[in-house]
């Protein structure tokens, strides 16, 4: 008798092959027919929704940098639930910089880049940009036409490039 070596979970012994959902064809077994097909582009289906609005030319290259630079201070401004004051290194009395100052400056940039853009334009740059809905779910929730909302998106990317002096 012949002890094998405990397997890791979801592991048979073979390294897991690694597919992109996107390549996987699947074909109903009773029509015959693909389920879903796989898409011509390059462009992988994961990524974010300002980085789809500009692959495929509905936003400009200054409004992607404005989204992401938003992005990026968003996200740093979710490091930690909280902030901390007058954290001093060694002797020397001067404030080291830490995360905690790091979150600060990126939520001061975030809120006044919010003040800047207004509220209206906030909303629609929040819901596609931050919470990554699609045009068509973000003029549902915010009840105005596909149009009007993908209309109020480039209004209020230009003027949050604008306040990045972007272009």
Do not use: C
Not at 10 to 24: Q, S
Not at 44 to 50: A, C, K, L, Y
Not at 70 to 75: C, N, P, V, Y
Not at 112 to 140: E, N, W, Y
């Amino acid at each position: 008798m012949t002890i094998q070596p405990k397997l890791q979970p979801g592991h048979d012994g073979e390294p897991p092959v690694h597919v992109p959902a996107r390549d996987i064809e699947s074909i109903d077994r009773w029509t015959g027919k693909k389920r879903r097909e796989t898409p011509d582009s390059p462009m992988n289906i994961n990524v974010d929704r300002i980085e789809w609005l500009f692959t495929h030319g509905v936003i400009e290259q200054r409004h992607h940098q404005a989204a992401r630079r938003l992005q990026r201070d968003w996200e740093i401004g979710l490091i930690m639930p909280y902030a901390q004051m007058g954290v001093v290194a060694g002797n020397s009395g001067k404030p080291d910089f830490t995360p905690a100052h790091a979150k600060m400056d990126a939520m001061e940039r975030f809120g006044d880049a919010k003040r800047a853009v207004g509220p209206k334009g906030f909303r629609i740059i929040d819901l596609v940009a931050l919470q990554a809905m699609s045009v068509q779910k973000a003029a549902a929730a915010m009840r105005v036409h596909q149009q009007r909302a993908q209309g109020m998106l480039l209004v209020a990317l230009d003027v949050l490039a604008a306040h990045y002096r972007i272009g």
